[in-house]
């Protein structure tokens, strides 16, 4: 499985099966490799604050073409991407290749971040076949009737686009995906989390 990590706020130490401790600051992306049934372990490094992280698995059997060309499995790697980058457009986060420089986690998924002001209207355009899933961070979205506060998401299957307002100051994470199953965590509180996977 290919675990993508952001962490929203805080400092957090991530420890996955036979690779090198990687120390998450805020803002940071990464991503790391985690081996079937094994554990994985993520420090919140502050006893008094807490740590906001989002964390995304994407199974390597799931997407299989893009991952069946002889490329070496996602080492641990981290990148930070700034405020300003992902200011008012849709910043590309992870990618299959990398293109952008962004995190290049070999899977048939694109992963974009923004920061918008209220007012500001997105909208994301989605290839025949492929679907989204939309998850607000912090604030509030409009999508057509449907309004997505913090903590809110929606997904998106057999749509030409995902087109939302930001109806205050907000930051979301859009997933375009191929048909995979994908598990989103939103962690806020705890000071270790272990994640198990089969």
Not at 53 to 71: I, R
């Amino acid at each position: 499985m290919v675990v993508v990590t952001y962490v929203r706020e805080g400092v957090v130490i991530y420890k996955a099966h036979m690779e090198e401790p990687i120390i998450f600051d805020a803002n940071e992306f990464g991503q790391t490799h985690a081996e079937k049934d094994t554990t994985q372990y993520a420090f919140n490094t502050s006893e008094s604050e807490e740590a906001h992280v989002f964390q995304c698995g994407f199974d390597l059997k799931e997407c299989a073409d893009s991952c069946e060309d002889g490329s070496p499995k996602p080492k641990g790697v981290k990148k930070l991407f700034t405020h300003v980058e992902r200011q008012g457009i849709l910043r590309l986060i992870a990618s299959a290749d990398g293109r952008e420089s962004s995190l290049a986690i070999q899977h048939d998924i694109q992963i974009y971040s923004s920061f918008m002001h209220d007012g500001n209207h997105i909208t994301h355009e989605l290839k025949p076949g492929r679907s989204a899933w939309l998850h607000v961070v912090k604030g509030k979205v409009l999508h057509h009737d449907l309004h997505l506060r913090t903590g809110d998401g929606a997904g998106f299957t057999e749509e030409r686009s995902v087109s939302f307002t930001a109806k205050c100051s907000t930051e979301i994470l859009i997933f375009d995906l191929c048909e995979s199953k994908t598990e989103i965590k939103d962690s806020s509180k705890g000071k270790l989390q272990a994640v198990e996977t089969r």
